[in-house]
Nanobody, 121 residues
Framework: QLQLVESGGGLVQPGGSLTLSCEASRFTLDYIGWFRQAPGKQREGISCINFSGTWTTYSDSMKGRFTVSRDNDRKTVYLQMNNLKIEDTAVYYC????????????????WGQGTQVTVSS
């Protein structure tokens, strides 16, 4: 059973940057999506990357600020987040889907435990 572990969250000031990591327990060619969930809000899709890292997608509010990449040798997918805003505060999750990307959380069947990102001055 594939397991995913996120790391890299923390406290950052507005305008700052963080890089989140999503490490898989084994080599996988699955699509990996990044999601986030703020208190009292639904989980929303942020980005997704295909198995080779050659195709990525982002939600409109993240385009130009977030960059997803993957290193299959390290079994890790990254989410580089720049120019962070207070409204980016949330728990960030990575998840696995076998074929194609989707913004619907219920279409992913393996999830990490999440990592907290807090943007505050």
């Amino acid at each position: 059973q594939l397991q995913l572990v996120e790391s890299g969250g923390g406290l950052v000031q507005p305008g700052g940057s963080l890089t989140l990591s999503c490490e898989a327990s084994r080599f996988t060619l699955d699509y990996i999506g990044w999601f986030r969930q703020a208190p009292g809000k639904q989980r929303e899709g942020i980005s997704c990357i295909n198995f080779s890292g050659t195709w990525t997608t982002y939600s409109d509010s993240m385009k130009g600020r977030f960059t997803v990449s993957r290193d299959n040798d390290r079994k890790t997918v990254y989410l580089q987040m720049n120019n962070l805003k207070i409204e980016d505060t949330a728990v960030y999750y990575c998840a696995r889907r076998g074929s194609s990307c989707s913004r619907k959380p219920n279409e992913y069947n393996v999830w990490g435990q999440g990592t907290q990102v807090t943007v505050s001055s």
